[in-house]
């Protein structure tokens, strides 16, 4: 199942900066990895946000949940899910 998910960090301006960098980074590799096993399809950053918007590729809203929950930003996050179905207009079906 794909579905869009949008992400709206929001790390305490509080927060040490050595933290905060040692979790984007394992944020980083952790989101390449799902990428490269192909369950993070697509990644797009919204302009002028810390925030984005990406398409995963999940059996089911658990893995989903899963996937999302292993963030390391997970707790500094504003999350919203759709569940996408195809479109019988599109010339691609998934």
Do not use: C
């Not at 979790?23 to 925030?51: C, F, M, N, P, T």
């Not at 899910?81 to 019988?88: D, Q, Y």
Request: hydrophobic share 40%; no cysteine.
């Amino acid at each position: 199942m794909l579905y869009m998910v949008e992400m709206i960090v929001k790390i305490p301006h509080s927060m040490d900066p050595e933290v905060v960098n040692e979790i984007k980074a394992r944020e980083k590799a952790y989101s390449q990895q799902l990428q490269r096993d192909g369950k993070w399809r697509h990644l797009w950053r919204v302009v002028g946000e810390y925030s984005n918007v990406s398409i995963f590729d999940a059996e089911s809203n658990d893995e989903l949940h899963t996937m999302l929950n292993a963030l390391p930003l997970f707790p500094y996050m504003d999350i919203k899910v759709k569940a996408l179905a195809n479109h019988p207009s599109s010339i691609v079906q998934e």
